[in-house]
């Protein structure tokens, strides 16, 4: 029997959970679904990461107005996938903040990558249509971006830490809370998804740089929040491990066929329950695949290129 394509036949409501992490820092996960967080300044607001779509967006806004009325004036967003920022215009903010290159990526492939991710987990862009077009940052940086966050609450630091998940990731850091908004570069009990991914730089020296930071509350991209020095390095661990096998299996094989069925065999038994396990992995072997055969940047994804993927290593 076929397998439903990607996560089009995950139709189930997942449970919302909002944690307080520290005095004015907030995190909003759901069993696996995108992760969201929030940070307090003296006077404002800052939001990392908008959901899929704007009433995706409103629904966590009215959770976290529950605990603040403070204005928003920064609006972060991690990478530029759809179901990342597509609900970015529910939030009102004074500054949307990206990497310099996830503004290139939005530039060259939001549109496609849209309808993609639309295609593939349709679930989580709810009421799509209230969506007003892609979104554009205000503000950009190359290395480092610091909100000054007020009345002794200390800085907020943004950080490229060097290709992974996609060109152009950042964290969030909080250096007085050692808090870590740490976006798709790592996840806890998630599986990865890859297919815009850098998988040597990522294992490396991408995750090297995030682990140097010292965090001791980290809110992956997915999953739930890793709360204490070993939960963070294992959240770590977990991370660089699923690549490394990739980067084996992938490696070690004649076809993309072969390398998805190998990399599958290797990964399933620790981490196939996880959330998105079955979805990702034929688009992440294939973007490996790519990237082991000379293809430097990824190729972009549109919906018909995702059912050919899927066709051809999942049915």
């Known amino acids: 029997m076929a397998k439903p394509f990607a996560s089009s036949a995950d139709l189930g409501e997942k449970r919302q959970s909002l944690e307080i992490l520290a005095d004015g820092v907030y995190a909003l996960t759901a069993e696996g679904d995108p992760n969201v967080g929030a940070v307090e300044g003296e006077d404002f607001l800052v939001c990392f990461e908008a959901l899929a779509t704007p009433v995706a967006a409103r629904r966590w806004l009215a959770r976290l107005r529950e605990h603040t009325d403070k204005p928003i004036r920064y609006l972060v967003l991690s990478h530029y996938h759809a179901v990342?920022?597509?609900?970015?215009?529910?939030?009102?903010?004074?500054?949307?903040?990206?990497?310099?290159?996830?503004?290139?990526?939005?530039?060259?492939?939001?549109?496609?990558?849209?309808?993609?991710?639309?295609?593939?987990?349709?679930?989580?862009f709810e009421e799509p249509a209230s969506i007003l077009g892609l979104t554009w940052p205000t503000a950009t940086f190359s290395d480092r971006f610091t909100i000054?966050?007020?009345?002794?609450?200390?800085?907020?630091?943004l950080q490229y830490c060097g290709r992974g998940h996609t060109e152009g990731d950042l964290v969030a850091w909080l250096p007085e809370q050692r808090v870590l908004f740490a976006g798709d570069l790592v996840e806890s009990q998630a599986a990865l998804y890859t297919g815009d991914a850098f998988h040597r730089d990522w294992a490396s020296t991408t995750l090297d740089r995030v682990a140097a930071l010292g965090a001791r509350t980290l809110v992956g991209g997915r999953g739930a929040?890793?709360?204490?020095?070993?939960?963070?390095?294992?959240?770590?661990?977990?991370?660089?491990?699923?690549?490394?096998?990739?980067?084996?299996?992938?490696?070690?094989?004649?076809?993309?066929?072969?390398?998805?069925?190998?990399?599958?065999?290797?990964?399933?038994?620790?981490?196939?329950?996880?959330?998105?396990?079955e979805h990702c992995l034929p688009f992440n072997v294939s973007r490996l695949w790519d990237e082991l055969h000379g293809v430097e940047r990824p190729r972009i994804w549109t919906a018909e290129r995702d059912r050919q993927v899927w066709d051809e290593l999942q049915s």
């Open 84 to 124: 990342r920022v597509l609900g970015a215009s529910a939030f009102g903010a004074e500054v949307i903040v990206t990497h310099e290159k996830t503004r290139e990526l939005i530039a060259e492939r939001g549109a496609q990558d849209w309808a993609s991710e639309y295609a593939r987990m349709p679930r989580l």
């Open 148 to 157: 000054d966050l007020g009345g002794g609450r200390g800085d907020l630091v």
């Open 225 to 277: 929040v890793a709360e204490g020095e070993d939960a963070v390095a294992a959240a770590i661990g977990q991370t660089r491990d699923f690549l490394t096998v990739m980067l084996r299996e992938v490696g070690a094989s004649e076809s993309v066929k072969e390398a998805f069925e190998r990399t599958h065999r290797a990964l399933a038994p620790r981490y196939g329950s996880w959330p998105i396990f």
